[in-house]
């Protein structure tokens, strides 16, 4: 499976961005999709993750109710909407998938995109 981060770029805190993953490959099953960021000098952290069928979706405790984790299954693409973002959300923001379970431990991914940065300016 590979994956295709796109749509970070520079914002103002309290703008909105949406990110996209396109998946490729071993995609004729689903695969439960995650985001992480990770700050410069910081650790991956989980942003969020949505299992495969896309009822099921999880959050970081700093982003809930800011952001949104959805996925078409048609386009085997999953996007991250972030509304009301902050400074501290400037990162690069990894996509990954598994072929296991949503775990907020990055150990649990196989696969990861390239990484797209988001820079939020205050």
């Known amino acids: 499976v590979q994956l295709q981060a796109s749509g970070g770029g520079l914002v103002q805190a309290g703008d909105s961005l949406r990110l996209s993953c396109a998946a490729s490959g071993r995609t004729f099953v689903p695969h439960p999709m995650a985001w992480f960021r990770q700050a410069p000098g910081k650790e991956r952290r989980f942003v969020a993750g949505?299992?495969?069928?896309?009822?099921?979706?999880f959050y970081g405790d700093d982003v809930k109710g800011r952001f949104t984790i959805s996925r078409d299954k048609a386009k085997n693409t999953a996007f991250l909407q972030m509304t009301s973002l902050k400074p501290e959300n400037s990162a690069v923001y990894y996509c990954a998938a598994t072929s296991d379970f949503i775990s907020s431990s990055d150990r649990a991914y196989q696969y990861w995109g390239q990484g797209t940065l988001v820079t939020v300016s205050s």
């Open positions: 949505i299992n495969r069928s896309g009822v099921s979706t």
